[in-house]
């Protein structure tokens, strides 16, 4: 019975392997749960161009955007685990568990590996501003409670901000706002005092001596502003960075998201072409295995439902 147990074990190996090896053979359709011309989207389409001639396959982008991306990620979520059906997310999808605006969260699909990092998000402020840096924000807003306003939108990454500063003691004045193309008028025209936004979106004003840079939301410092400290360098307990990762709806076949991971790999690791496109956009061309990708989302996970309560306004 033994020896029989092993043979047929086997074979049923040797037969998943083989039909690993035979996917895909047919276009792979990446979904991107926001619009065209996002952070997701250029990404996506950014690999796309070059995953068929590693995969010898097309791959398809397609928008499917709505309610902060659960829409899209819904969609992966029930769709047939075959491996055709690729989600293209970032923390969003975290935080959308922990807010309560999604019943489902990573534990419901298959991570695959982490495709690129944003350019960083800083804190930024008119350079009139009375303070230069974190905590002198933070005395300065203890001694002005209430008259220092930070935008930040609920259920939202700049939620998890705000609440990260107003723990370490700052008396903020939180008021919400859209998305970074409103943010970064509301701060030009004075009407908010500290705004969350990307980089590559403040650098001219900040060049101009419109803007400062108060501090990173990133978790590590940026090589493009090596001399920020983050957020968790100054004693505030967040940080993050907008990590696109490809997310397999459940009980796709491991090999399948190692095949289509290790050739995004190659791309973003190896391709001159792909690497110029991305630090042309600010952004450094990254990649993370599966191990790393689902260690680094898990811990992420971890630190957000620890604050459920404080997202979802209870």
């Not at 970032?90 to 982490?114: H, P, R, T, W």
Request: charged residues 20%; neutral net charge.
């Amino acid at each position: 019975m033994k020896k029989g147990f092993i043979v047929l074990f086997c074979l049923v190996a040797m037969a998943g392997q083989a039909f690993a090896a035979d996917w895909p053979s047919k276009a792979i359709n990446l979904i991107v749960p926001y619009g065209a011309g996002g952070n997701s989207d250029f990404n996506a389409r950014a690999l796309a161009k070059y995953l068929p001639d590693l995969i010898g396959v097309p791959v398809v982008v397609t928008n499917v955007p709505g309610s902060g991306g659960t829409i899209g990620a819904a969609q992966v979520k029930n769709a047939k685990p075959d491996g055709y059906t690729v989600l293209v997310h970032q923390l969003s999808l975290n935080i959308a568990e922990a807010a309560g605006m999604a019943d489902y969260g990573i534990k419901d699909f298959e991570l695959g590996c982490v495709i690129s990092k944003s350019a960083p998000e800083v804190l930024v402020a008119l350079t009139k501003a009375p303070f230069n840096n974190i905590p002198e924000m933070i005395a300065y807003t203890k001694q002005h409670p209430g008259e220092i306003k930070f935008t930040a939108n609920t259920g939202a990454t700049t939620m998890w901000t705000a609440i990260g500063l107003l723990k370490a003691g700052a008396k903020l004045n939180v008021v919400s706002s859209g998305g970074s193309g409103e943010r970064l008028q509301v701060v030009l025209g004075g009407h908010a005092d500290i705004v969350p936004l990307n980089y590559n979106m403040i650098e001219p004003y900040v060049n101009d001596g419109t803007l400062k840079i108060l501090g990173s939301v990133s978790d590590s410092r940026s090589e493009l502003i090596p001399d920020v400290k983050t957020l968790r360098e100054v004693g505030v307990n967040v940080g993050y960075d907008y990590m696109n990762t490809l997310i397999f709806p459940k009980g796709t076949d491991p090999q399948k998201v190692e095949k289509l991971c290790g050739a995004a790999g190659e791309i973003i690791n190896n391709n001159q072409s792909y690497r110029a496109e991305m630090k042309a956009n600010y952004q450094p061309p990254t990649w993370m295995n599966v191990k790393d990708t689902n260690a680094h989302w898990y811990k992420q996970r971890d630190e957000l439902m620890a604050i459920k309560d404080t997202l979802q306004g209870k």
